[in-house]
T-cell receptor, first 115, second 113 residues
Framework: AQKVTQAQTEISVVEKEDVTLDCVYETRDTTYYLFWYKQPPSGELVFLIRRNSFDEQNEISGRYSWNFQKSTSSFNFTITASQVVDSAVYFC????????????FGTGTQLKVEL | DSGVTQTPKHLITATGQRVTLRCSPR?????VYWYQQSLDQGLQFLIQ???????AKGNILERFSAQQFPDLHSELNLSSLELGDSALYFCASSSGQGAFGYTFGSGTRLTVV
């Protein structure tokens, strides 16, 4: 069965600090997708990134970067120079191609960025 | 605007009642997924439809049912509502059966009183 663990329930940082959100996953499939979503206080789910299991290249998008390591089953997300607008709940999710393509979400990490 | 439309945005109803949540997928998308986000269960998958047919089922209660119509919109019916059914219900759509191009709607917040 697939499982996603986000051990950090809540993180508080001061603006301009770098912060890393951890995500560890479990799956028996060799082909799968990993996702990160942002849920701001308004409640919608905002897609950030999708990575397939065959692509271990790290990705950078502006202040966001992702580190995918199959050896440790981790897909961590780093925000560089955090801003108050980054305050939100961040979810990591897993989709197995053999699992009907549903998303299995972690419990989320609440990020609070303060001035 | 994600292109996935959910109505209503907010719903307040009493225990024991029945409600219907509606989802219009992004244009061209054949798959519709329903998710529930509650305080105690987190975000969990309920059910998937592809081109009118049920394709996958998650932790969906027997009191809940869904369908996808020929025009591809979907409805999630919740009956005999309990306080614990209060949650944010999301619909998502994708072009195929896969998670590629998954897009979420803004959700329907259901409050059962």
């Amino acid at each position: 069965a697939q499982k996603v663990t986000q051990a950090q329930t809540e993180i508080s940082v001061v603006e301009k600090e770098d912060v890393t959100l951890d995500c560890v996953y479990e799956t028996r499939d060799t082909t799968y997708y990993l996702f990160w979503y942002k849920q701001p206080p308004s409640g919608e789910l905002v897609f950030l990134i999708r990575r397939n299991s065959f692509d271990e290249q790290n990705e950078i998008s502006g202040r966001y970067s992702w580190n995918f390591q199959k050896s440790t089953s981790s897909f961590n997300f780093t925000i560089t120079a955090s801003q108050v607008v980054d305050s939100a709940v961040y979810f990591c999710a897993l989709s197995e191609t053999g699992g009907g393509n549903k998303l299995t979400f972690g419990t989320g990490t609440q990020l609070k960025v303060e001035l | 605007d994600s292109g996935v439309t959910q109505t209503p945005k907010h719903l307040i109803t009493a225990t024991g009642q029945r409600v219907t949540l509606r989802c219009s997928p992004r244009s061209g998308d054949l798959s519709v997924y329903w998710y529930q986000q509650s305080l105690d269960q987190g975000l969990q998958f309920l059910i998937q439809y592809y081109n009118g047919e049920e394709r996958a089922k998650g932790n969906i209660l027997e009191r809940f049912s869904a369908q996808q119509f020929p025009d591809l919109h979907s409805e999630l019916n919740l009956s005999s509502l309990e306080l614990g059914d209060s949650a944010l219900y999301f619909c998502a759509s994708s072009s195929g059966q896969g998670a590629f191009g998954y897009t979420f709607g803004s959700g329907t917040r259901l409050t059962v009183v």
